[in-house]
């Protein structure tokens, strides 16, 4: 059983920066974090849950969604059972919650059905 829970969330104005985790627990914890890609996905209000970021187990292959690309940087810390999505000059279209998930494989997908385990989600608010 693996448990996700993100944290980081919070209101931001438009430019400023936001750094979000996702701590996972449970049983099998320590070898989803350790061999799965992993994702970050968000839903903003009124839209489908779209990808963001995704880094695979390893570490060394990260993607991106056009939207984020250059603005976001995903990465982990399998020891620590941890991964980061570090967000900067943040806008108002970055508006959403966002999700942290395991994949079911090494490597991470665009898709919300390449994922087993998903967070609860945390609030990113980015004003004008």
């Known amino acids: 059983q693996v448990r996700l829970e993100e944290s980081g969330g919070g209101l931001v104005q438009a430019g400023g920066s936001l750094r979000l985790s996702c701590v996972s627990s449970g049983r099998a914890s320590g070898r989803i974090l350790s061999n799965n890609g992993m994702g970050w996905f968000r839903q903003a209000p009124g839209k489908e849950r779209e990808f963001v970021a995704g880094?695979?187990?390893?570490?060394?292959?990260?993607y991106y969604a056009d939207s984020v690309k250059g603005r976001f940087t995903i990465s982990r810390d399998n020891a620590k059972n941890t991964i980061t999505l570090q967000m900067t000059n943040l806008t108002p279209e970055d508006t959403a919650i966002y999700y942290c998930?395991?994949?079911?494989?090494?490597?991470?997908?665009?898709?919300?059905?390449?994922?087993?385990?998903w967070g609860q989600g945390t609030q990113v608010s980015v004003s004008s």
């Open positions: 880094i695979a187990w390893r570490g060394s292959d990260t």
């Open positions: 998930a395991a994949a079911r494989g090494s490597y991470p997908g665009s898709r919300r059905d390449q994922y087993t385990y």
